[in-house]
Structure formats: C-alpha cells, structure tokens
C-alpha cells in the first residue's frame, strides 16, 4: 500500500495545475467530441457533461500499470516526491502519458461517449456539448479526504457553469453524478438538475424480443446504493427486449469491484476484484456496467464486458 | 495503553461526522465490508467513540483500504453511517497531516 499522503498530495497537485488528477492538459485528454461535430444550444437544453472519467481511463490504465509494479517496492518512497510534478511544465507529462496511452484505448473509451450521444439524439432528448464547459467533478479528492482540496475545486467548476448560464445537466457516470447531485449542493451551494443519461432515454419496443444473449448486470456501488437508481439501466434493457441475469449481490446490495482502491494499493483492488469477478462469472453471461471505473477494472481480468451505451447503442441499430 | 478523550465525537463534527456515538458495535459493518479479514470499520469506529486520537493517527493508513462503497452504511442497523464515519476519519487525518 502507498502512503495516502503522498497519493493525495500528487492528485490535488494535479488539479490544482490541469483541473484533472492526471496533470495533463484537458486539450489533450478530453478529444471525444472532434469527430462528433458542433453541437447547437437552444435555449433551456441541458449540457451534456462527461466529467472527463471515460477519457481518462486510458490515464489511469497508464498509471495503475506502473503503480502496481512500485507498490511494495523500495521505489514506492519516492512516490513523496510526485507533487514536485508542479514544477513540470503540462505539455511535458502530455508527451508522456501519450507515448504510454494507446490509441485504440482512448479511442474504445471515446466511442462510449459517442454511444451516449447517438442514444440521446435518437430518444430526441435536446441537448448540448462544449467542451470549456466539462470539467474533471473533483470525486477523488471528496473520496481520499480532501476536503479542502475538493471545495477548492468543486466552486471553480461551479463558477464555471453558473457563468455560462447552465442550469439542467446530463451526466454519464455515476461518480460525477452523486458528485454534481449531492456534493455540490451540500458543500458549496450550487444546485443544478442532474440527471444520468440513461434516465432520458425513450426507446423503440422491438417485436419479439432482441433474440441477443442475456446480460449480467454490475451495478456500481454509487448507482445502485447511494443514488438508488439501479432499476433504471434494467428498464431500458427491457425496452429494447434486452434480457438480463441478476447476480447474488446486485443492485442496491451490490459488491464494489476495487476500483476505488486502485489508487493507494493495486494489490487490494485485485483482491477486492477477484471476489466480484467469481460472483459475476457464474451466471456465465457478458457483463454490463455502466461507470468507467468498474469498467476498466473488470477488463483487467478479461471477463467479456461491455459498458451499457455501447450495448444499447448496438442493439438499438441491429 | 491509549488515551481515550470523550470530546472526539464533538470534535469530529467538524469534519462532518455526527453519528460517531450512534454506533452499538454490533459488527454489521465489519460483517458486509469487503475488507472483511481486516475488523473494518468496526475497529476505527470503536477509536472515534472513545477519542483514541494516537491510535487513529498511529494505524492512519489503514483508513484508505475503505472503498467507500457504502455497503456499512446501507446495511447499518443503528444509522451510524460507518462509510461516511470513516470518511470524515480521513478529513481529520489529512486536516492533521497539513497542521503538522
């Protein structure tokens, strides 16, 4: 395990200097929407905000790699160093996190996105995306302690968005969901209507049923317990004839995958994970998920598995 | 031997934390929690309740293997809010390792 002091102080160091955990420049991380085109404001539209957790897993795949070779390791001390990262002018950690970063990752993890955006468009939900208006939530800092760290941030974000005028937002994982729906109003007072994607999507009833395989369902913890929204992704699989298998521990008694352990000790996290993947390989279907991190963490282990959007947005073209 | 202080709980308000005193110990937590091999968070808690301030700062550490998947918290039958408690551990912690 590495000491949390020096994790937390490398993080808000970063966030600090990029608005992001990684220390890179959000130029350079959040690239999804390029390809996608310009998006048009009308009055009253939510914004589409992403948080930048889907594009930043190609990063902290990065990270966790070597992360978990240091952990025990006499290296792991210098780890103290890391908010000396400051000093480091952004483009060069850029430089660096791109010659690690696949492209065919960050493009896996862009094309959820674009998922997100196709689903939206065809249940002719009106909505909006700019990217200076999408911005890292601060979740990590609120989760490792960070409280003064988190605020800080979470009101530069908040500044952000009010000075644009934006009222009603859509998000795409469930971190920067409870985030933006009870951390903000709760430790800085800035309310906004938040809502996950999959709550706005209207779908065809297809005739007969899909014919396609059933589903195993992760739900992740901040879904299925502190959001209570775990029957949500259900009743948009059902709406496109998608069928699904529970788990023994699912929904709001769902088993947490590890992720969020990845950052201060790799080897707990693939404790953690071994005991949710056995749970979820026996019902013998692919899983789906629909958070970033659970994701990334349950193909560590080459489980089949797939985000929700990618398998909503497939099913719904065939 | 610890030094145990009875105005912890108090203090701990202020890093957002009310129901330290709420807790009866009957295990629930340490029983759902992942970290199951380990007495969390029961053992945490037991230091809050009692204001083992050197014990916490001493084994510190070992508030950040919590997940902070809220499976005490759901399953608590006395609404101590033990991932939230041991949350607002961590702020005590951090706010104490920025002081010294």
């Given at each position: 395990m590495f000491n949390p002091r020096d994790i937390i102080g490398l993080l808000a160091t970063n966030i600090r200097k990029t608005r992001n955990p990684f220390g890179v420049p959000g130029s350079q991380l959040n690239t999804w929407w390029r390809p996608a085109g310009g998006f048009t404001r009308r009055p009253g539209a939510p914004l589409l905000f992403t948080g930048l957790m889907y594009q930043a897993i190609p990063y902290l795949e990065a990270t966790t790699r070597y992360l978990e070779r240091l952990e025990?390791?006499?290296?792991?001390?210098?780890?103290?160093?890391?908010?000396?990262?400051?000093?480091?002018?952004n483009f060069l950690l850029g430089r660096c996190f791109s010659l690690l970063t696949a492209r065919t990752g960050k493009e896996k993890f862009n094309g959820i996105l674009r998922s997100i955006c196709s689903l939206l468009t065809k249940s002719g939900v009106d909505f909006f995306y700019h990217p200076e208006m999408d911005f890292y939530s601060g979740i990590l800092l609120y989760d490792l302690g960070d409280q003064e760290g988190f605020e800080e941030h979470a009101r530069f974000v908040a500044k952000a968005l009010k000075l644009h005028d934006v009222k009603k937002i859509i998000t795409v994982d469930p971190h920067t969901t409870y985030a933006l729906k009870e951390l903000y109003p709760k430790y800085i007072g800035a309310s906004f209507e938040v809502e996950p994607y999959f709550t706005r999507l209207r779908l065809p009833v297809p005739e007969g049923g899909s014919g396609s395989r059933p589903v195993t369902i992760h739900d992740p913890c901040f879904y299925g317990r502190y959001l209570n929204l775990a029957d949500a992704p259900r009743q948009v699989l059902r709406s496109l004839g998608l069928d699904y298998v529970e788990v023994r521990n699912c929904g709001e008694f769902t088993s947490c995958?590890?992720?969020?352990a990845e950052s201060v000790s790799p080897a707990l996290n693939r404790e953690i994970l071994g005991r949710r993947v056995a749970e979820l390989k026996a019902s013998g279907a692919p899983v789906v998920t629909m958070c970033p991190i659970c994701l990334a963490n349950l193909l560590k282990t080459g489980l089949p598995v797939e985000d929700l959007a990618s398998l909503l947005d497939r099913s719904w073209e065939t | 031997m610890a030094l145990v202080n009875p105005d912890f709980a108090e203090e701990l308000k202020l890093y957002g934390v009310d129901t330290a005193l709420e807790c009866f110990n009957c295990g629930a937590c340490a029983a759902v929690?992942?970290?199951?091999?380990?007495?969390?968070p029961r053992k945490m808690i037991r230091y809050a309740q009692i204001g083992a301030k050197e014990e916490i700062m001493q084994q510190a550490?070992?508030?950040?293997?919590?997940?902070?998947?809220g499976l005490c918290t759901r399953t608590c039958p006395r609404q101590a809010n033990p991932g939230e408690l041991i949350l607002g551990l961590r702020r005590y912690v951090v706010a104490a390792w920025r002081k010294g």
């Open positions: 025990g390791s006499p290296w792991a001390e210098y780890l103290r160093f890391g908010r000396f990262s400051r000093y480091l002018p995958c590890g992720g969020p | 929690c992942p970290l199951i091999h380990r007495q969390f550490q070992e508030l950040w293997r919590c997940l902070h998947c």
